[in-house]
């Protein structure tokens, strides 16, 4: 059927704000002199690590100079090596334990004991003094009291004996401890300069780490800032791209028949399929 009509073509521009597109342009302008130009691309190939302090360096100097001067049977090294060597006692632990070992071993005899003979002289001449001032002495009277004064004297001096005795075995029981304790104290004093070296050692181990570590960094930044740099263009080429553009779009227009019966926009989209 005869009749029909023009398309209508619709344009809609969604160009930026044209006062705003200088400011855009010369954005993106800049940008790309930024990225040509290779800035923010730098990396700083300068060290972060911080270096010993003097002090720091003197005392692990002073550390060191100790550890040498007490390591390999040297200086205190060598004392607790002896300590070791003599079953974990030093002299005068060691003179003290075999004079407790001997009272410890030793057998009762009375007449040995210079102080109990003494004693007896001194008995004797008090017995015989006071027999003698009651004229009885020599008597058997006399004689009696000396014998018991002298008994009464060694059966108090074996008591005696006997607690040293069993005192001295108690007191080698706890130094034979003593010495095990010791033992175990030597040997840790004996590793005390070498573990001072350790940590020295560790100090440094540390520094290496972190100037490693430093370097590592600089490698990485080389290796990314040239790829970040180029993200931060796209990035901005893209956000640019969707700031503006102009879309066109085709419309067929309305039948001017379908008009004139009164169908108008309605009946157009009803029957435009039948013309």
Do not use: C
Not at 161 to 190: H, I, K, V
């Amino acid at each position: 059927m005869p009749g029909g009509s023009s398309k209508t073509t619709t344009t809609q521009n969604s160009a930026p704000w044209k006062d705003a597109q200088p400011a855009l342009k010369q954005g993106i302008s800049e940008a790309q002199k930024l990225y040509k130009n290779g800035t923010g691309a730098k990396v700083y190939t300068g060290s972060t690590v911080v270096p010993w302090d003097a002090k720091t360096t003197q005392g692990m100097n002073a550390i060191t100079g100790q550890a040498n001067a007490n390591l390999g049977g040297r200086g205190l090294s060598g004392e607790y090596q002896g300590v070791i060597n003599s079953g974990g006692y030093n002299p005068a632990q060691l003179e003290a334990l075999n004079n407790t070992r001997d009272v410890a071993n030793s057998s009762f005899n009375i007449n040995e004991d210079p102080a109990f003979r003494q004693v007896v002289e001194q008995a004797t001449n008090s017995v015989g003094q006071a027999a003698s001032a009651a004229g009885r002495y020599g008597s058997g009277v006399h004689q009696g009291n000396l014998a018991n004064t002298i008994g009464d004297l060694g059966a108090r001096q074996y008591q005696a004996w006997q607690n040293r005795r069993d005192a001295a075995n108690s007191n080698l029981f706890n130094m034979g401890a003593q010495g095990f304790n010791n033992l175990s104290a030597a040997y840790s004093g004996m590793q005390a300069p070498a573990q001072s070296l350790m940590q020295v050692g560790a100090m440094n181990e540390d520094l290496a780490t972190r100037q490693l570590n430093d370097k590592l960094r600089i490698f990485n930044e080389q290796q990314n800032k040239p790829w970040e740099n180029l993200s931060r263009l796209n990035a901005i080429a893209s956000g640019a791209g969707q700031l503006g553009g102009t879309q066109t779009q085709s419309q067929p227009g309305q039948n001017p028949f379908l008009t004139a019966l009164g169908y108008g926009a309605t009946g157009a989209g009803l029957l435009g399929g039948l013309f």
